[in-house]
């Protein structure tokens, strides 16, 4: 594991055009795991990036009338914007076509190429090339014996002299890895599918390419230039340090956790370990492949969800609400579907009905019947089962996030908004409040739902920053939530009485559903 960091990576995405909410799926979901681990007092180091290299984005630039390098260089800010409103709180952004990244790219191939035995090669290829995917496929792969299976487009057919990367010989050697490390490849199904894959036998595949010049040249060839996955998957070493600084490299490598779809698990659990193992470098510690998005039961195409920019959703929901939706709706790991009616269901219902109008009757209360001072509580035991409650869905919360099982952590968190309105229910403060002998309950009751609000504000702050920091403060906290750390935030009676809270904006306003 990344020795002295939680190193974590989402892939880096295609520059030849902006993201769509498939891109920001993984995006959410990545962020919500690296903010989680921070929280635990971790350090952690979250990349993300734009892959600009290849024929894909050269196509791309061609067809918009400008270089390779302009187009690349208009969409990242593109990128950047998409993730800055998303409350994407990543720690480097790498590009493939800075120089660190051309560095690295050299450096690893010269040693494959160095390694003795001969594991990158010149050959011959000849064959069935689909654009979209930047890989070559074998007849028997292909739809009606003419289609990529994964984009349903015909394959173009080439030819040309190619450098070739020895994934033959790692069979036996991945197999080994992936025995010893039986969670290096999630969830399960997805590590089923890459064994089935190595022991179906694994072909050398091209790592370069003459007939373009879109990308890092081989250092010993530089007619050549990497094929797309030889650079593309370096960008993980590249921000580690692997080129310039062998310190930090030490201290950074291997990655705890890619965050992948799973239509590019081939490339990071096959390719990219026996990459690094004819480098001399440690596999990565684990390859996670989430699921694939449909649109209203469709599979993606240009006109549904590539046709979504995220912004369509944040303008009308808002971010948190946002990031919220895409954790708690589809499982990570499996398909899931998108539809609007789906994102104003969960916005209502979790969010505006739910914690949104708990925070609002709590602060409304606290407001009306103690000037919006938080009360001291000298009843013991008005807390009821409050503090066990919360004391429970911490650590369910964090079991969930040891396995990675997002929308279980999500859940985990909502048992707190379920068990405080439950609890509002009972002990009726409303009621306790037109009685002034119980002057003394009400105080508790309320100073036990306003530190329950407390635990909430830091327990969601993975998930919906912007909405816990709001919460923390119209609970008068000072500071910023996310300098809060666990499992000491957690504990129960932290909130200090006398404490100015205020009724602010509603956090989630209710969205109409026409
Ligand atoms: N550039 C390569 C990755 C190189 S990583 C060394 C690439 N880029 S991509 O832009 O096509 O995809 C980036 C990520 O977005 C992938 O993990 C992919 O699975 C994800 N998604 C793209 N469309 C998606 C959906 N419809 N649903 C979920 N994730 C989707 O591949």
């Known amino acids: 594991m990344g020795r002295d960091v939680f190193y974590i990576t989402t892939p880096i995405y295609y520059a030849n055009d902006v993201p769509h909410i498939g891109h920001a799926y993984n995006a959410v979901n990545t962020d919500f795991i690296a903010r989680y681990h921070r929280l635990r007092g971790e350090r952690v180091f979250h990349l993300t990036g734009t892959d600009e290299h290849g024929l894909k984005v050269q196509r791309a630039a061609e067809a918009n009338g400008v270089s390779a390098k302009e187009w690349v260089d208009s969409l990242e800010p593109r990128w950047r914007e998409v993730w800055a409103r998303l409350d994407i709180a990543y720690d480097d952004y790498i590009r493939t076509t800075e120089p660190r990244h051309y560095d690295a790219v050299a450096k690893i191939l010269q040693a494959v190429r160095d390694n003795g035995r001969d594991d990158i090669y010149l050959g011959h290829y000849e064959g069935l090339y689909c654009v979209a995917c930047e890989a070559y496929y074998v007849e028997a792969d292909l739809l009606e014996g003419a289609l990529c299976p994964v984009h349903e487009r015909p394959v173009e057919s080439f030819r040309e002299d190619n450098y070739f990367f020895r ?6 050697r991945l197999l080994a890895h992936y025995e010893a490390h039986p969670d290096a490849v999630q969830p399960e199904t997805r590590r089923n599918e890459v064994l089935a ?19 890092v040249p081989l250092p010993w060839d530089p007619d050549h230039v990497t094929y797309v996955w030889f650079d593309a998957l370096t960008n993980y070493i590249t921000a580690a340090g692997y080129a310039g600084d062998p310190d930090r490299f030490s201290s950074m490598w291997p990655a705890n956790v890619h965050s992948i779809g799973k239509d590019i698990l081939r490339f990071h659990a096959v390719y990219w370990p026996a990459m690094l193992m004819a480098a001399g470098l440690e596999p990565p510690t684990q390859v996670w492949a989430h699921g694939y998005l449909t649109v209203g039961g469709k599979k993606m195409s240009k006109t549904n969800l590539t046709g979504i920019h995220p912004f369509e959703l944040v303008d009308r929901f808002g971010v948190d609400s946002y990031r919220y939706y895409w954790i708690r709706h589809i499982a990570w790991g499996s398909d899931g579907d998108f539809s609007w009616e789906s994102v104003v269901e969960r916005h209502n219902a979790d969010l505006a009905n739910g914690l949104g109008n708990l925070a609002s009757r709590v602060l409304a209360m606290l407001g009306s019947y103690f000037g919006g001072v938080v009360p001291g509580s000298d009843e013991p035991g008005a807390e009821g089962d409050l503090p066990a409650v919360i004391a429970d869905a911490a650590a369910r919360y964090d079991a969930c996030m040891t396995a990675v099982e997002l929308q279980q952590a999500v859940v985990a968190v909502w048992s707190i908004v379920d068990r405080l309105n439950g609890y509002l229910v009972e002990r009726e403060p409303w009621k306790v409040a037109k009685d002034p002998e119980r002057r003394a309950e009400l105080a508790a009751v309320l100073y036990a739902s306003a530190e329950s609000l407390r635990v909430l504000a830091v327990l969601i702050q993975p998930i919906m920053p912007g909405a816990a920091q709001r919460l923390w403060e119209q609970l008068g906290q000072p500071g910023l939530v996310v300098d809060q750390r666990l499992p000491a935030a957690v504990a129960w009676g932290l909130l200090e009485p006398g404490a100015t809270t205020f009724k602010g904006e509603s956090l989630f306003p209710r969205v109409d559903p026409e």
């Open 167 to 172: 994934l033959s010989a790692y069979a036996d």
């Open 197 to 215: 894959l190595i022991r179906g036998g694994l072909q050398d595949f091209s790592i370069s390419r003459t007939t373009f010049g879109w990308g």
